[in-house]
């Protein structure tokens, strides 16, 4: 069973504008914004709608930048992340009920503080690459990685 879900990252020059998870899976981490697809909508379309939603602020053009499979122990759910990149918005980066956005400088992105596939996956990201990957987490806590694998990828 497949989940389809975004992902999108603002970057600017030498920095990515990130956000802090207030409430529900993933609460406590920085990360980008998105969530699940409403009916009836694209990707696309879920992408722009999410970061309005969780940052209010209005992105036109999004470009993707990769698809990662995430797995998790002894779950028969597959969440499909589809990441975006955007470099242009409308608006002040505000905090909504979700996230709470911040600036990072892209030497000082808090991967500690984010989940632990970003540092796979943010690097190839932030130097403009195309990628798909996969990654199994513990069902512990699931923040453990016990699988992953990632590829440069020409098009997605």
Not at 27 to 36: E, L, M, P, Q, V
Not at 52 to 58: F, L
Not at 105 to 129: C, H, R, T, V
Request: glycine share 8%; hydrophobic share 40%; net charge negative.
């Amino acid at each position: 069973m497949k989940k389809i879900l975004t992902l999108c990252v603002i970057h600017q020059g030498n920095s990515v504008l990130l956000g802090m998870k207030k409430q529900g899976f993933g609460a406590g981490r920085w990360n980008g914004f998105g969530g699940k697809l409403h009916d009836g909508e694209t990707i696309e379309e879920a992408a722009k709608r999410e970061i309005k939603e969780e940052a209010a602020i209005e992105v036109s053009e999004i470009e993707k930048m990769g698809v990662i499979n995430f797995e998790f122990q002894n779950n028969p759910e597959i969440l499909e992340v589809h990441i975006f990149k955007a470099e242009k918005f409308e608006g002040n980066p505000k905090e909504t009920e979700e996230m709470k956005p911040r600036w990072y400088a892209i030497g000082k992105i808090p991967y500690d503080s984010m989940w632990p596939d970003d540092k796979f996956w943010l690097p190839l990201f932030l130097e403009n690459k195309k990628f798909r990957g996969r990654f199994l987490f513990d069902e512990a806590d699931n923040t453990h990685i016990l699988e992953h694998n990632i590829a440069v990828v020409k098009n997605l």
